[in-house]
C-alpha cells in the first residue's frame, strides 16, 4: 500500500513530524527562557540601580558603589 502517492511518503510524514516538534521545543526555550532570565537572581548592578530608583540611596553613594562594582 502506497501513501503520499509514492513508496517514501513515510519520509515526508516523519520530517514533517519533526519539523513541528521542533518549532514546539523552540517556542518553549524562547517564551519560557526569557521568563526564566526576567524571574531569576538579580545582578549586583541591578539591585544597586533598583536602590536609587526607590530613593534608598542617593547619588554620591550610588555613584561610590557602581564605582566599586565596575573594579
Known amino acids: 500500500m ?3 502517492g509514492s513508496g517514501y511518503g ?8 519533526a519539523v513541528i516538534i ?6 518553549v526555550n524562547t517564551f519560557a527562557g526569557r521568563d526564566a532570565r526576567d524571574n531569576g537572581a538579580s ?3 541591578r539591585i544597586l540601580d533598583e536602590r536609587f530608583a ?5 547619588e554620591e553613594e550610588y555613584r561610590r558603589r557602581r564605582d566599586e562594582l565596575e573594579r
Do not use: C, N
Not at 513515510?10 to 513530524?17: F, G, K, Q, T
Not at 521542533?22 to 517556542?27: D, F, H
Not at 526607590?54 to 542617593?58: T, Y
Open 43 to 45: 545582578s549586583p548592578r
Open 54 to 58: 526607590r530613593g534608598e540611596i542617593d
Open 10 to 17: 513515510w519520509i515526508w510524514m516523519l520530517l514533517s513530524w
Open 2 to 4: 502506497m501513501w503520499w
Open 22 to 27: 521542533g518549532l514546539v521545543v523552540w517556542a
